[in-house]
């Protein structure tokens, strides 16, 4: 007899965060306080605006303020660093997310570290990621902490897993691994130059897949009873992984829609919370 499947459902973990986020924004703003999460946005990429616009509704309906800063295709990295800069000096943001992929007249990195540490709630500057990697970060990558928060929602162990990420990318990849890692699980991180990739992933007990293309992982490549997490989302709603090839496979695993997304966005907003809530404190204690 096989074992049933589970089909990790990434609308009831995000759920979960959000009924428990709903009294603490009402706390927040018994005290006068509306968290504010800051989107900025450059070009017209209609993904990002979807995004961005998907984050924008999530923030409205936990009762979280929203700001988004559109600037133009053209803009230049100091234009956008200034708008981050006054996003900084603003007390009444809490959070700022730079949407990813920018124009490529900009350099990502330097606008990225224009972001002050304590609105950084997707873990985007280099001293978030270090501290993510030391394992004391108040604000991990947002879709890292969800596909971990995934895993804990389920019980599914981390500790002495061997764990498969494919891809190394500052937001995902990277910061996923060192979580693992910090998880007492035995992280492989696989990239483009890997040789023998799929060999490597047939010995992962739990497979991240974030790869940015689509039906990249075959179900040849999983163990029997794997555990697959699928944080691509390329265009039509199609995750990094082969689903149907994969579930036939995996003891559980992602889907896509309704997968890491809902988790990311719904942690984006604990973040935002989170960074709300230290401001209040800050303001009670001094
Ligand atoms: P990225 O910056 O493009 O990084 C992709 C990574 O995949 C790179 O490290 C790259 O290796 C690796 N890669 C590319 N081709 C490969 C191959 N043939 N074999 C092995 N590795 C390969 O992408 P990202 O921002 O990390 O995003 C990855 C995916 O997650 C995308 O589908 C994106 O849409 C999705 N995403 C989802 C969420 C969410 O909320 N669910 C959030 C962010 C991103 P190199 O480093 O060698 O180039």
């Known amino acids: 007899m096989t074992a049933a499947k589970v089909i990790l459902d990434g609308n009831q973990v995000a759920m979960d ?3 428990k986020l709903s009294g603490r924004v009402m706390s927040l703003l018994e005290q006068g306080i ?4 800051a989107t900025i946005l450059v070009g017209d990429d209609p993904s990002s605006a979807t995004y961005v616009r998907m984050k924008g509704n999530a923030c409205k309906r936990l009762g979280i303020r929203s700001i988004r800063v559109e600037l133009p ?4 990295t100091d234009e956008l660093i200034a708008a981050i800069q006054e996003l900084n000096a603003d007390p009444n943001v809490h959070g700022i997310l730079l949407q990813h992929p920018v124009p490529h007249q900009i350099d990502e990195r330097a606008a990225f570290e224009a972001i002050s540490i304590e609105k950084d709630v997707d873990g985007v500057t280099t001293l978030g990621f270090a501290q993510n990697a030391f394992g004391f970060a108040d604000f991990p990558s947002c879709t890292p902490e969800a596909i971990v928060a ?3 929602y389920y019980h599914i162990p981390i500790e002495g897993k061997h764990a498969v990420v494919i891809g ?4 995902l990849g990277k910061p996923v691994s060192l979580m693992l890692l910090n998880k007492d699980a035995t992280v492989t991180t696989c990239h483009s130059k890997t040789t023998n990739l799929e060999d490597i992933v047939r010995l992962g007990d739990i497979v991240v897949a974030a790869v940015g293309r689509p039906k990249f992982v075959k179900g040849d490549w999983i163990k029997p009873g794997a555990v697959v997490l699928d944080a691509g989302y390329n265009e039509g709603n199609i995750g990094d992984v082969d689903y149907a090839d994969c579930l036939e496979k995996a003891s559980a ?3 896509v829609p309704a997968g890491v997304g809902p988790v990311t966005i719904a942690t984006l907003l604990k973040h935002t919370v ?3 809530e230290k401001l209040a404190d800050f303001r009670e204690n001094s």
């Open 274 to 276: 989170e960074a709300a």
């Open 168 to 171: 190394r990318s500052p937001i």
């Open 73 to 76: 295709e053209n803009t230049s």
């Open 150 to 152: 995934i895993l804990d």
């Open 17 to 19: 965060i959000k009924e």
């Open 253 to 255: 695993i992602t889907p």
């Open 34 to 37: 509306v968290p504010c999460l």
